[in-house]
T-cell receptor, first 112, second 112 residues
Framework: GENVEQHPSTLSVQEGDSAVIKCTYS??????FPWYKQELGKRPQLIID?????GEKKDQRIAVTLNKTAKHFSLHITETQPEDSAVYFC???????????FGPGTRLSVLP | ETGVTQSPTHLIKTRGQQVTLRCSSQ?????VSWYQQALGQGPQFIFQ???????GRGNFPPRFSGLQFPNYSSELNVNALELDDSALYLC???????????FGQGTRLTVV
């Protein structure tokens, strides 16, 4: 089955700096890769996603890149703000909304 | 905020008891997936329901069972509760064929 690894497990950056979180997946049949942000005690919120027919997607300060050959994808957050502090999860799934396999999460701390 | 709601928000049960958790999917969504999130970990897929039938299951024992109703709401039932069942239980609703999934706020289950 699918296995998703995520690095780093914790990340601290200064406000205004960039943050990068990397994930790898094992199943070449996976074709949908969402990123979720989870603040303490709250639900995971979808922040950006990418499908396998696209190499990069950007939404304001957030971008995701996908390398299908290497089976890895990354989340990039620019101009970080304190409210970006949360746990970020990457996930992979097949088509038709099949179950997501999540990475173990990255705790991002943005220091003022 | 998503339109996915879960009840109850918190629950304390004794080992060996049974529990039922409920999820109302977002309007227009026909698929509900359930996840278990242990403290400090990523969500783990339990099972998914589509058109009132189980449509995929993760590595969870048969004492984890579910239902989906004609209005697409869903229940997760856990029998013979164990201490390790203590976790945040999340449901996610989606529209089959569209891979975006939105999570409810979760039910925090504590087994003592």
């Amino acid at each position: 089955g699918e296995n998703v690894e995520q690095h780093p497990s914790t990340l601290s950056v200064q406000e205004g700096d960039s943050a990068v979180i990397k994930c790898t997946y094992s199943d070449s049949a996976s074709n949908y890769f969402p990123w979720y942000k989870q603040e303490l005690g709250k639900r995971p919120q979808l922040i950006i996603d990418i499908r396998s027919n696209v190499g990069e997607k950007k939404d304001q300060r957030i971008a995701v890149t996908l390398n299908k050959t290497a089976k890895h994808f990354s989340l990039h957050i620019t101009e970080t703000q304190p409210e970006d502090s949360a746990v970020y999860f990457c996930a992979a799934s097949g088509s038709y909304g099949q179950n997501f396999v999540f990475g173990p999460g990255t705790r991002l701390s943005v220091l003022p | 905020e998503t339109g996915v709601t879960q009840s109850p928000t918190h629950l304390i049960k004794t080992r060996g008891q049974q529990v039922t958790l409920r999820c109302s999917s977002q309007s227009g969504h026909n698929t509900v997936s359930w996840y278990q999130q242990a403290l400090g970990q990523g969500p783990q897929f339990i099972f998914q329901y589509y058109r009132e039938e189980e449509n995929g299951r993760g590595n969870f024992p048969p004492r984890f069972s579910g239902l989906q109703f004609p209005n697409y709401s869903s229940e997760l039932n856990v029998n013979a509760l164990e201490l390790d069942d203590s976790a945040l239980y999340l449901c996610a609703s989606s529209l089959r064929g569209n891979t975006e999934a939105f999570f409810g706020q979760g039910t925090r289950l504590t087994v003592v």
